[in-house]
């Protein structure tokens, strides 16, 4: 790929007031006094060094998600993972190299559960501008977040010490405006003005924290054009279903009558775990003469627990396959994974109160195993082959086999806490099958794999059967970075090992990923010079002061 431009940003972590619904004198954790956070906009093939200065409370790691960081995993971002956090007072600055990438990612801090606030897009365009596969004649970004009453680092860190559910978010939000019907929030929505006869390129991201989404625009269609940095064969609907993580690239057409109609992100709930069922909303008006103080109209979407709809408009999403961005679906596989997608219980330790269920503590696992994030980086560790950080002994398989989505209550709840991660070799051709489970409060869990895009090959309700194989889609699956495992279903997908490096997966739900609903894959150097990891930069923060 033709070398692109080199572009510089600068990042200030730091604590900043922001008045929102009834509270005064709060501060939270913004980049550079912003939320949502500054975009970050560039070509396809350019290379971005962001300069990140943390001046907050407690160190920061920042994630640039969906960018698959060739073989330069030392900029990746997740807490002791890839790195250790930049400590107070102190800059890393970070290489972000694009290669295929096009379209809309974004970027979040991985450290605690600071993403709730520190988070912004990354707008990767045409390399000439004007080489979409579709047309549009403006653009917006519309980011969906979460807004917590208090401080999200001591939700979680009280959460994870007493084994109990953590606080619950109190409110949505659309480019940093909860929309008008919450308490206290004035009006305050955020609303677009379009032109009838327009067609409108929105950019939708959700970076929200547990919770899943259904979106629509009042008696408007959309058309789903790209995804996780990729673009999709044009898909018509009414409405969205977006995880935690996900970005859509969605085309509008002003059509209607001249008014104002409510833009809406409603909730998706298909478990018995405590959720948000709040909705937001911003306003899509027309400009023109027309009754502005009337009531906008507000869509119809599908109900909070509506698993059907939510899983018909994922397996309509197929990849564009066209001459210019064709589908390159592994079709050799040499490696095949199953891996069990579990909630679970601790017993709660001796001489101490918990407040999970039946008095045990909350705990999550991939195949029974719930990962322990280790106190030094895990590259540092790969890169510099230093012993007892990690164990090379993630399976292939869970360790046994059940009726995964039947009834479970005969079985044990407890996991193994390691630090296990899956070794996969350079170039190999994966499979993985994500297969639900019915252990605790089971829901869609929406996973995110670093360093890579995998195409969906398969999808389903119930049990995995090795006779749903002929019924993939090898043709034209999507090509995405995370993916909504359904509740008690299974989701099978496909890449090929051609990033060397340590690379974390996990579930996008904030509270199962902090639970041990992770591991990391490292894919081994090739033989090749081209094929190995980068040495590390000079300036990687360091894991004894923070």
């Given amino acids: 790929m033709a070398q692109g431009k080199v572009l510089h940003y600068d990042f200030v972590v730091k604590e900043t007031p922001i008045n929102m619904l009834c509270e005064t004198n709060r501060s939270v954790l913004t980049v550079n006094g912003l939320f949502p956070g500054p975009e970050i906009r560039a070509h396809k093939g350019d290379t971005i060094y962001v300069n990140v200065t943390n001046i907050g409370p407690y160190g920061v790691t920042i994630h640039w998600h969906g960018v698959r960081q060739i073989r330069y995993p030392w900029s990746d971002g997740p807490e002791n993972i890839t790195q ?55 653009q917006h970004t519309i ?15 009280e959460a994870l ?54 979106f629509g625009i009042a008696k408007h269609n959309l058309t789903v054009v790209g995804m996780d940095g990729a673009y999709l064969k044009p898909l018509k609907t009414n409405y969205l279903m977006i995880t935690p993580g996900q970005t859509m690239d969605v085309l509008v057409t002003a059509n ?13 709930v298909d478990t018995n775990a405590p959720s948000n069922d709040n909705v937001t909303r911003a306003i899509f008006q027309y400009n023109g003469n027309y009754n502005h103080s009337e009531t906008p109209l507000l869509p119809k979407l599908p109900g909070f627990t509506n698993k059907s709809d939510a899983g018909n408009f994922t397996i309509q999403l197929r990849s564009l396959n066209s001459e210019e961005h064709p589908s390159k679906v592994p079709t050799k596989i040499t490696r095949n994974i199953t ?19 039946q008095g045990a503590m909350h705990s999550a696992s991939l195949n029974n195993i719930s990962f322990w994030a280790p106190s030094i980086s895990i590259l540092q560790a790969y890169y ?78 119930g049990n995995f059967s090795d006779s749903y194989v002929s019924q993939y889609n090898t043709v034209n699956p999507p090509y995405v970075n995370t993916v909504g495992l359904p509740k008690n279903g299974w989701t099978a997908i496909r890449f090929k090992a051609d990033n060397p490096g340590v690379w974390f997966m996990h579930c996008h739900l904030e509270r199962h990923a902090s639970w041990g609903m992770d591991t990391v894959i490292v894919v081994g150097d090739g033989a090749k010079k081209h094929q190995k990891v980068l040495p590390p930069p000079k300036d990687m923060p360091p894991c004894s002061v923070s």
């Fill in 84 to 138: 250790c956090p930049i400590p107070t007072n102190s800059s890393f600055l970070q290489k972000v190299i694009l290669t295929e990438e096009e379209g809309t990612l974004w970027w979040h801090a991985h450290s605690d559960w600071t993403r709730a606030t520190v988070h912004g897009p990354i707008i990767i365009l045409p390399i000439n501008d004007t080489n979409y596969p579709y047309k549009f004649d403006e």
């Fill in 143 to 157: 980011v969906i977040a979460e807004w917590y009453a208090r401080d999200t680092k001591a939700i979680i860190d």
């Fill in 161 to 214: 010490a007493t084994g109990g559910d953590p606080d619950l978010s109190v409110a949505y939000t659309i480019n940093g405006q909860p929309g008008d019907s919450y308490p206290c929030s004035n009006g305050s929505a955020y609303n677009i003005t379009v032109v009838q006869g327009k067609t409108y390129l929105f950019r939708i991201i959700h970076s929200g924290m547990n919770e899943e989404m259904f």
């Fill in 256 to 268: 209607q009558a001249p008014g104002r109609y409510y833009m809406v992100f409603s909730p998706f």
């Fill in 339 to 357: 891996i069990a997608v579990s909630v679970n219980q601790q017993p709660c330790p001796a001489n101490t109160t918990c407040t999970g269920p």
């Fill in 384 to 461: 510099n082959n230093l012993q007892g950080v990690y164990n090379k002994t993630f399976p292939d398989t869970p360790p046994f086999v059940f009726d995964y989505t039947g009834n479970v209550s005969a079985l044990g709840e407890a996991a193994n806490v390691s630090t296990e991660v899956l070794m996969i070799n350079y170039n190999e051709e994966v499979e993985i099958r994500f297969q639900g489970t019915n252990f605790g409060a089971a829901e869609n869990h929406p996973m995110h794999l670093h360093g890579y895009s995998f195409y969906v090959v398969g999808m389903g309700d």
